[in-house]
């Protein structure tokens, strides 16, 4: 069975560009959740969707951040414009249920904003 | 004052040694404590799952819970190169969304 998926794995861009990050969660799983851990930061919950629906984004940290789910399955996290504070690691995680410690991390987009 | 609070190490021992990793917290809402190894460039696994107090045992790995002094261990016997990677704590009062982690400790573990 394969695991949550995350794309690109690394990406660099300009301040002021746009970019999308793709995560793949694993078959089945209704519930998925977006996490980063920017430099010196420990990880960080952003949001959490239902399928299609946001269940809770209380840790996107602002209006830069949009992210989506179409379908009920994969999810895109856009960030525009980027600011260089935005460079870090972007985990997604995917559980079958809500309950804690059930679930499973993808290895993670690595982000660098120059 | 963080939440959680973790020594990030570094911390070497030689294989076949006992280590211990302890996080503090300060939000006694915390019930659901968990511990997870990340590998360089990979993402957090989880390792063990504690509920509230006591201790849990799997294999090689035993973690610890002591609400009533908000610290929490995770101890690995005979420690292997394998083990070597950064291991977070991490909390939750209900779910996914308030997990709470700590900074990580990366640990290795010499032949």
């Known amino acids: 069975e394969a695991g949550v998926t995350q794309f690109p794995s690394h990406s660099v861009i300009e301040k002021g560009q746009t970019v999308t990050l793709r995560c793949d969660p694993i078959?089945?799983?209704?519930?998925l959740y977006w996490y980063r851990r920017v430099m010196g930061k420990e990880i960080k919950f952003l949001l959490h969707f239902v399928k299609e629906s946001k269940q809770d984004e209380s840790g996107m940290p602002n209006n830069r951040f949009l992210a989506e789910r179409t379908g009920g399955t994969y999810s895109t996290l856009k960030v525009q414009p980027a600011e260089l504070e935005d460079s870090g690691v972007y985990f997604c995680?995917?559980?079958?249920?809500?309950?804690?410690?059930?679930?499973?991390f993808g290895e993670g987009s690595w982000l660098t904003v120059v | 004052q963080k939440e959680v609070e973790q020594d990030p190490g570094p911390l070497s021992v030689p294989e076949g040694a006992i280590v211990s990793l302890n996080c503090t917290y300060s939000?006694?809402?915390?019930?659901?404590f968990m511990w997870y190894r990340q590998y360089s460039r990979k993402g957090p696994e989880l390792l063990m799952y504690t509920y509230s107090s006591g201790n849990k045992e799997d294999g090689r790995f035993t973690a610890q819970v002591d609400k009533s002094s908000k610290y929490i261990s995770l101890f690995i016997r005979d420690s292997q190169p394998s083990d070597s990677a950064t291991y977070l704590c991490a909390m939750s009062p209900y779910n996914n969304n308030d997990m709470r982690f700590g900074a990580g400790t990366r640990l290795t573990v010499k032949p």
């Open positions: 939000n006694s809402a915390f019930q659901y």
């Open positions: 078959s089945g799983h209704d519930n």
């Open positions: 995680a995917s559980s079958q249920e809500t309950g804690v410690g059930t679930i499973y």
